[in-house]
């Protein structure tokens, strides 16, 4: 037994020593592909496969094909949430907006200024949870700040996150508030590293103000755009938090995103095949999104 | 692509250029200060509301001050009934408990990772990087019930351990990608003369490598334990009790309790973002060049 062991180990030595150039990094990576192996791709494909079941977490799987996401495409709830996630995504871009304007502003401002873009950046080091109490606080329809101001000026009383129509909006103010302050920062490293012998030129053709922000300053800060573009797109979809915080989906479901449905269908009715089948709709939504941004990026490389 | 973004970081985390055109126009500059400091109260109105609230007293709420300046100040009196007598005290412990050694085994199991991908070359170097970006960027909710499933088959379900295991996975994939491109951006020549010499590789990595690599681990540390810190979904869905629960979930609880005493609520809040803003006032250069590195790829 014992000669065995020391045979088989006799045999293996030459094995390291010939291939050990690529047994020692698999050796380093290991601990980091199990990793992500166990907690990142197999949940995908496990979710996506609980989609073509009715499942209560306990008791045995019933296949139903594509039955979930047939029921999915007839619930009211479903679709505001689907809508919503696409209001969602067509009001991010106001984040990089307000996010470039702040950085052009800050920019050029003198050495004193900078606890400026320390400020500017602090929603963004903020759990989403307190900004979440602090828009409630603002939105609230007798304390908050927007009332209270809307009061001075005469105007009515308004109460964002107790309205079938506002809520949603409401939410969305307050994701802006930290998205913005990320765009911000993202575009200050980029303008930091312009080349100013191309705005002198331009200046010097003859070109001013909004001419060299369009053809000068903004064509060469792509690199910033795509960043930004590519997270902001996925922090609309992923939102949770906002909508688990200020609204919980309400009024009658109307600010709800698809992320907070499947976590209520999951974990609250306990239908765990519907709410795989609600994530991998927004799995979808997110990997077109993602996909399409890496396929730029790897065909800028070339 | 890499190279923009590395010379992004230098940019956010270096000096910043003084502006030419400001210096010539002192008017135009005084102007823009002017316009900055405006903007800036009304950025920060909402947060200074909460600050506000959370030294205010209850009788100024009864009395519909609300936004004014406290009539008196409470805050040793507010933040000492929140941390001890309503278990903010506990839940902050608890986040601490869960972030601290997440972020440890994030930096081990990354620097183990990003030396292999970036001192060796092998086959399929590509599509890891590809499937760490794409992983970071994933919804949440399509790893949800497996990931509830296997730590609760783990026997891992409402502890702290469960939410350290899951969050040094999660973050396992942006650190490797981060350091991985770190250590690329070192002098090749210092790793083939430790080679040469027959230092073993993992020596290497750790009298060689490591004491390079100081600013990228600072930067992943700080920008993973402000992730982890302010995590919410995760802690949500795998604890539920308030022993174990950290400091996000543990603020939300603790408003279901006091509907009308927002006073408590904004201490509690407050508290809440304190220790990621804290963290981002001291290590900011880390913070950014860690925000703008890390989405990158070459």
């Known amino acids: ?302 | 692509m890499l190279r923009f973004v590395f010379s992004l970081a230098d940019a956010a985390s270096g000096e910043m250029k003084e502006a030419p055109a400001a210096r010539r126009r002192p008017r135009a500059h005084v102007l823009r200060n002017l316009v900055i400091i405006v903007l800036l109260s009304l950025w920060l109105v909402p947060l200074l509301g909460v600050a506000l609230t959370s030294m205010r007293s209850i009788e100024d709420l009864h009395r519909g001050n609300y936004w004014g300046w406290p009539s008196d100040i409470f805050i040793l009196q507010n933040y000492w009934q929140v941390l001890f007598s309503a278990g903010m005290g506990r839940f902050i412990v608890n986040s601490l408990i869960i972030a601290v050694p997440a972020v440890l085994g994030t930096l081990v199991v990354a620097t183990m990772a990003g030396f292999a991908l970036a001192a060796f070359r092998f086959r399929g170097n590509l599509i890891i990087l590809a499937l760490a970006i794409g992983g970071n960027l994933v919804p949440f909710q399509i790893l949800a019930i497996p990931v509830r499933s296997m730590i609760d088959g783990f026997g891992l379900y409402d502890t702290r351990a469960g939410l350290i295991l899951f969050h040094t996975a999660f973050q396992t994939g942006f650190a490797t990608l981060f350091m991985r491109n770190f250590i690329r951006q070192l002098p090749v020549d210092v790793i083939d003369a430790a080679r040469v010499e027959g230092i073993p590789e993992h020596q290497i990595l750790i009298y060689v490598i490591l004491p390079m690599i100081r600013p990228a681990l600072a930067a992943v540390a700080v920008l993973v334990f402000t992730f982890i810190w302010n995590d919410f979904f995760w802690s949500l869905i795998l604890t539920y009790s308030s022993d174990v629960r950290p400091v996000t979930v543990g603020v939300l609880s603790l408003r279901g309790m006091w509907l009308t005493s927002w006073h408590l609520l904004a201490a509690a809040a407050m508290l809440a973002a304190l220790p990621p803003a804290l963290l981002f006032f001291l290590m900011q250069r880390h913070f950014i060049a860690g925000l703008t590195l890390g989405l990158s790829s070459d």
């Open chain 1, 1 to 302: 037994m014992k000669g065995t062991a020391q045979r088989v180990v006799r045999g293996l030595r030459p094995l390291w020593h010939r291939r050990r150039r690529s047994i020692i990094p698999i050796l380093f990576l290991a601990p980091a592909a199990v990793l992500f192996a166990l907690f990142v791709l197999y949940p995908i494909a496990a979710s996506l496969r609980l989609s073509l079941f009715e499942w209560h977490g306990i008791g045995p799987k019933t296949w139903i094909g594509l039955g979930n996401f047939r029921a999915l495409f007839a619930d009211p709830v479903f679709n505001t949430a689907f809508r919503n996630n696409l209001i969602w995504l067509a009001l991010i871009p106001a984040a990089p907006a307000m996010g470039l304007a702040i950085a052009l502003l800050l920019d050029r401002a003198s050495a004193r200024m900078r606890l400026a873009r320390i400020l500017f950046f602090l929603p963004f080091v903020m759990s989403q949870v307190v900004i979440g109490i602090v828009f409630a606080w603002f939105f609230h329809p007798d304390l908050g700040l927007l009332n209270q101001v809307l009061a001075r000026l005469g105007g009515p009383t308004v109460a964002p996150l107790e309205s079938e129509v506002g809520a949603i909006f409401a939410v969305i103010v307050a994701h802006l508030w930290p998205q913005t302050a990320f765009c911000m920062i993202i575009y200050l490293a980029g303008l930091a590293i312009l080349n100013p012998a191309l705005e002198g030129a331009a200046r010097l053709d003859g070109a001013r103000g909004w001419q060299i922000l369009r053809h000068v300053i903004l064509p060469q800060l792509w690199p910033a755009h795509f960043i930004v573009a590519m997270v902001c797109v996925v922090s609309a979809l992923r939102s949770f938090d906002l909508v688990a915080t200020m609204t919980r989906g309400g009024p009658y479901d109307s600010s709800n995103v698809l992320a907070f449905y499947m976590y209520e269908q999951a974990f609250l009715s306990l239908r765990y095949g519907y709410a795989a089948a609600i994530a991998s709709v927004l799995f979808a939504l997110a990997a077109c999104c993602v996909s399409f941004f890496l396929w730029r990026m790897l065909r800028a490389e070339k």
